[in-house]
């Protein structure tokens, strides 16, 4: 993602917060919100920026004003959350995605299309089964990849150590074979050390740790006649809540932080 750093946003008329989400103007995630919120909304401009890497990326610059970007929790542990969180106007998801939300029996119930006498977490359990081993390999890419992130890089030559281009070539060289064998060693420890323990993370995942997206394409069939598309379930569970005046309180503390 290419961004103008020296540009600024613009906040809108009364001062709205804004809240750079993932997706596109159709996307679950802002559809979700604004219509879960009902007339609180109004406080919130949703602005989509695309993936969560892009938003990670807008974050490090300085064109936010008066927001944040509220991207996906996915696997990231909480001290994760507290450095990216102190570091960049972020907000993280309390739960891995948004469709975490749609998980809810007593909304789910309550839809035209539902199977009659269907018990409904019996069958998110059973679709959780069926999938823990793709969110396992999921989870141990992901802390791999994060670990992977922590690599050294090669730090610029003093002036001093600049002669003529052969001592440059060998001095880049030579720290390049240095970060090598740190990157060995950090290998050495993923293999020996650290998978042990990310396993053992990963059994103690709670529900609403692991893929909603995932687990409720996996459930449609199972307790809808005739799914719809998730967007429009999305949005019949948002009214639903709405209606009942009801956020889930991993939201509300995201939108209405105590003060």
Known sequence: MIVNRGGSTHTTAGGRV??????????????????????KANQFEFKPVGSSNNLLCFAETTLIRNGFCLIDRDYRTDEEVEKLE????????????????????????????????????????????????????????????????QFPRINRLDNSEIIDFQQVQDLLFEKLDRNYTEVQNRISLIKNEKITAWLEEFEKLTFKQFPSKEIFDGLKSKIFNNAKKTSDIAKEIALLMEEDNYIPEELETIFFPAT
């Open 18 to 39: 804004e809240i750079y989400c993932e997706g596109d103007e159709n996307s679950i995630d802002i559809n979700f919100y604004k219509t879960v919120l009902g007339q």
């Open 86 to 149: 102190g570091k960049y106007k972020i907000k993280f998801l309390k739960v891995h995605e948004v469709e975490y939300f749609l998980l809810n029996e007593k909304y789910l119930k309550q839809l035209p299309n539902i199977k009659k006498d269907i018990d409904i977490n019996q069958k998110i359990e059973e679709v959780i089964d069926s999938l823990k081993l793709n969110f396992l390999a999921d989870f141990l890419q992901f802390r791999i990849n994060s670990y992977l992130e």
